[in-house]
């Protein structure tokens, strides 16, 4: 096929016809050789892996950047408690977030865990939160939102020893639905299978 592109002449575009070729693109399907131990590509499944509630002191102004105001709120600690882990959130945290005119809000937290045998946990966890103004208003004002009106989801990475019971955390893809209340943020985390 030749394709006129103006002044910069003629282009000539190659297209590699084979019969049915768009039908296997699309459909899904694959070549013989693709599916030898290629393994599945279905949607994958989540796993309740614990829930955090975090004690959260008074919202630090940062001031307007070129993406909205910062906001650094102190994680003041709290726990962790579900069928993969138990631990206590050590204060000295963070959630670092930048908020938009139009409410939308990009967080990046960064805190430590200590699990009940002991072993220190590193946490990185980065998400957004949005949801209708009004409602975001009385969220940033501190007043309780029905939490089904707010979408906050994160994806978090974490760092334990890998001597440790918890080195599984290294090697899992996490993400998790967020809840602010007014002074407590809670997370639930989900592996992804």
Not at 19 to 41: I, L
Not at 87 to 107: E, I, K, N
Not at 118 to 127: D, E, M, Q, Y
Request: one cysteine or more; proline letters at 6%; charged letters at 25%.
């Amino acid at each position: 096929m030749r394709v006129n592109a103006g002044s910069f002449g003629a282009v000539d575009i190659l297209i590699a016809k084979s019969e049915n070729s768009a039908h296997h693109f699309f459909s899904g399907a694959k070549s013989p050789e693709a599916r030898k131990g290629a393994g599945s590509m279905e949607a994958p499944k989540l796993e309740f892996a614990f829930e955090a509630r975090m004690e959260v002191g008074p919202t630090c102004e940062g001031g307007e950047t070129a993406d909205g105001r910062r906001h650094v709120m102190p994680i003041l600690g709290g726990t962790v408690a579900g069928p993969r882990l138990f631990a206590t959130v050590l204060p000295g945290g963070a959630d670092w977030q930048v908020v938009r005119a139009d409410g939308f809000t990009s967080q990046v937290a960064r805190y430590s865990l200590q699990a009940v045998d002991g072993t220190l946990i590193s946490v990185v966890s980065r998400g957004v939160r949005h949801g209708p103004p009004e409602e975001m208003r009385r969220l940033e004002a501190g007043e309780e939102v029905d939490p089904t009106l707010i979408y906050f989801r994160c994806t978090a990475s974490f760092e334990a020893p890998e001597d440790s019971a918890h080195a599984w955390l290294n090697r899992h893809v996490l993400v998790a639905t967020g809840e602010r209340q007014p002074d407590t943020m809670v997370a639930r985390f989900w592996t992804v299978a």
